[in-house]
Structure formats: C-alpha cells, structure tokens
C-alpha cells in the first residue's frame, strides 16, 4: 500500500484514543471488567491545571454543535475520512512529509471519534446506530474566552483523537510545504525549443 507507515500510523492513534475512551467510559468483555467513570466525575492530575473529567458530546470537537442532529455529523465525518484516506492514499514519495503527517492525524481524528458516533450507542445500549456520544475527558486550564457565542471558564474538554484533528489542521495552515502541495499539480515539463538553423 502506498504510504503504508502513516496509515499504520493511522492505526495506532485510533487505537489509542480508543484505549483511552474506553478506560474512561469504562466496559465489559470476555470476562474482564473496567469500571470506568461517573460521568461528569473530575480526577486531577496536576491540581486544577489538567484534570481528567468524563463528559459525553453529542456535538463537534471540542462540544460545538453544528448541524441537524447527530445523523448529519456521523455522515460528515464518513465523508471527511474517505476523502482525506482517499488523498493520503494518492500522494506519490514526492510529497512533503508535513502533508503526510497532517493528513495521518485528521484521518486518525476523524476516524477516532466516528467509531464513537457510529457504534458507542449500540455498544452501551444507549442510543441506535449512528446516535452515539464522542467521549472527552482531557480538561485543561486555559484563561476565559467566547467561542462562538458561548464563554468559557475553562477550555471545552476533548479527546486524543480532538488534538490529532487541530494538530493537523495547524500543520496544513502553517506549514508552506503542506499549502503549496495540497494546490498545485506536477509541472508539465517543458520541451525546450530548437534554435533555428544557421547558414555558416
């Protein structure tokens, strides 16, 4: 497969942040049993500054809602991920590795917190299929701010796969390479004209 580290890469972030929501959200299996969290209960790791807090986002990263209904952010980030696996997957040896690596964490994002979405409510018996949460619990300290109308107090709580999306957004928006590369096609070369004959 081409670009076959990064996708394994891919497959490792989504792993983790799967790992992470699940320890969290707490689950059942084969025998083994992991309590998990209360929802809305805070664990803090370094005093107030970083605090492991379990909440359930119906919405976009970081809690923004956007949309009609969960269906519509389910089916959105289907699309999102198979057209950015689609890009990963087409971009030859020649393409900066910032591109590469900006397309593994979005890919790796979206597909992170769509399997929650798509199968969360099903596995928990909570919601059909396609009606699930996004489990957060990363709550950092941040100085108070409006966000789309809303204020906030402290930054909205989010997951691994939320910083592998914003990680990867920064990269493209601000790394010339990955800009360039996601616009701009190989060149044509160029066949370089015949001077015209001369009588000697």
């Known amino acids: 497969m081409r670009n076959r580290k990064y996708f394994i890469g891919v497959l490792l972030l989504v792993a983790l942040d799967q790992i992470t929501k699940l320890l969290v959200k707490g689950f059942s ?3 083994i049993t992991i309590p998990g969290m209360q929802l809305y209960e ?3 790791v370094l005093g107030d500054f970083l605090r492991i807090t379990y909440v359930e986002n119906p919405g976009m990263a970081f809690g923004i809602e956007f949309g009609e209904g969960k269906i519509f952010l389910t089916f959105l980030s289907i699309a999102i991920a198979i057209a950015v696996f689609w890009y990963l997957w087409r971009l030859d040896d020649s393409a900066p590795v910032v591109l590469k690596i ?5 890919l790796a994002g979206a597909i992170g917190n769509l399997i929650d979405r798509t199968f ?3 596995l928990f018996g909570e919601a059909p299929l396609f009606y699930g949460k996004v489990v957060d ?3 950092v300290e941040f100085p108070d701010f409006t966000l789309f109308g809303k204020h906030f107090t402290r930054w909205p709580v989010f997951n691994i ?3 592998c999306v914003t990680i990867g ?3 493209l928006l601000f790394s010339p ?3 360039s590369a996601t616009g701009s096609r190989k060149p044509v070369e160029q066949v370089p004209e015949t001077p015209p004959a001369t009588n000697e």
């Open 29 to 31: 299996i084969g025998g």
């Open 42 to 44: 805070s664990i803090p």
């Open 102 to 106: 900006a397309l593994m964490l979005i």
């Open 120 to 122: 969360y409510g099903v």
């Open 137 to 139: 619990f990363i709550d």
């Open 161 to 163: 796969a939320d910083s």
């Open 169 to 171: 957004i920064l990269l």
């Open 177 to 179: 390479s990955a800009l």
